[in-house]
């Protein structure tokens, strides 16, 4: 740059030179309309309208002329500046306008593409607690023990002391297997598995034995004719009430969480004498809370039933019942699935739906 012109000599500064001025623009002009990319425009309009361009450089030796100069010279620059930006910013324009239709392009979705990702699908809940309850039990010593869904009429009433005349054996409950007296019945209970086990071994007897039962009930909110049951059955010499008692402890202790206990309430089975009720401690508000909406504010939710064998029932299997005694529970899988889990409707267990499965998890 030239310093100050003190003696108004009216020299023209080599930058200010008309000539150089217009082909610093026409070769801004060139670069600006050869640049393809934001970023190219980005760089080259630095180099043509930065501080040290050439116009820019032009600009700064405005000051350096005599004053009768600087009006014509400083209009020069001027225009060729404004020129150059005009140009600039006309191409970024252009420029941008390429690349949002580029993008428009690009990222486009075909919202009418038949998506074929598979999903994972989900374990059904029945069956995931249903291993859970075996895993549990095979962990205290017990074995797994299965029977047959079509079940003979005297393994699921008779040898378990339900006489003909037992409430339990009329229509409204039972789904008979035609012809009639054909003797066989969808079993109403796993029970009738106690009896074949007891046929089938001597004690000491461990055994869960988990299944899907039958009843004649219409599918609704609350009941549905096809569920599941697991049955416990302990045979041996010197099996007391407290066995039974214990032994449901440390299975809902497990299965509901560490803390919950049970309670056993006085009932009638006619396989099991004495018998009752298994109430679990609620797991919600474990008694204190009188407006509990899971436990209705009892603090305990009824789980099944049990007792001690019913002597009838060791005969009929062929144990000796003077020197072997046992215990016996049997629990509703779908009851406990609803309370556990707040499901309230048995139309969500049964129809299978991915959905209401895959809420319960991926566990294998
Ligand atoms: N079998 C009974 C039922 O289905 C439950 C039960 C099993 C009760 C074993 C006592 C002992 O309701």
């Known amino acids: 740059m030239s310093g100050p012109n003190k003696n108004y000599d009216p020299v023209e500064v ?5 000539e150089a001025i217009d082909q610093a623009v026409a070769s801004a002009l060139a670069a600006a309309s050869a640049a393809t990319t934001l970023d190219e425009l980005k760089a080259l309009r630095a180099a043509h309208q930065g501080d040290r361009s050439p116009l820019a450089l032009a600009n700064r030796e405005i000051g350096a002329l005599p004053p009768s100069a600087k009006a014509e010279a400083g209009k020069r620059v001027g225009q060729a500046r404004g020129r150059v930006g005009q140009a600039f910013t006309a191409r970024q324009a252009e420029l941008e306008a390429e690349r949002d239709e580029r993008i428009l392009v690009e990222e486009t979705l075909d919202l009418t593409v038949v998506d074929d990702a598979r999903p994972i699908g989900a374990r059904h809940p029945i069956s995931l607690i249903t291993e859970r309850v075996e895993d549990i039990f095979v962990a205290m010593g017990w ?14 009433f008779d040898a378990l002391n339900l006489g003909p005349d037992h409430p339990a054996r009329q229509m409204q409950d039972t789904l008979f297997v035609a012809p009639e007296g054909s003797g066989l019945v969808l079993r109403t209970h796993t029970s009738p598995v106690q009896v074949r086990t007891m046929l089938d071994r001597e004690p000491p007897i461990y055994v869960l034995c988990p299944g899907k039962v039958f009843r004649s009930d219409p599918l609704d909110a609350t009941h549905t004719p096809v569920f599941h049951q ?5 045979v041996d010499e010197g099996i007391t009430m407290a066995h039974l008692k214990g032994s449901l402890d440390a299975f809902v202790a497990r299965l509901f969480g560490e803390g919950t206990v049970t309670r056993l309430r006085p009932s009638y089975f006619p396989f099991t004498e004495p ?10 508000c474990s008694g204190e809370d009188d407006n509990c909406r899971t436990c209705g504010g009892t603090g305990w939710i009824e789980v099944g039933g049990s007792g001690m064998v019913n002597r009838r029932v060791l005969s009929a299997a062929g144990i000796d019942p003077d020197r072997y005694t046992g215990f016996a529970f049997g629990l509703g899988i779908e009851r406990s699935l609803m309370l556990r889990h707040g499901v309230a409707d048995m139309h969500d267990i049964v129809e299978g739906d991915v959905r209401f499965s895959a809420q319960f998890g991926m566990e294998i």
């Open 14 to 18: 080599a930058a200010l030179d008309p």
């Open 143 to 156: 074995e797994i023990a299965e029977g047959p869904e079509v079940e003979a009429e005297w393994l699921n």
């Open 230 to 234: 697991f049955e416990g059955l302990v």
């Open 275 to 284: 018998s009752a009720e298994i109430d679990v401690r609620c797991w919600i």
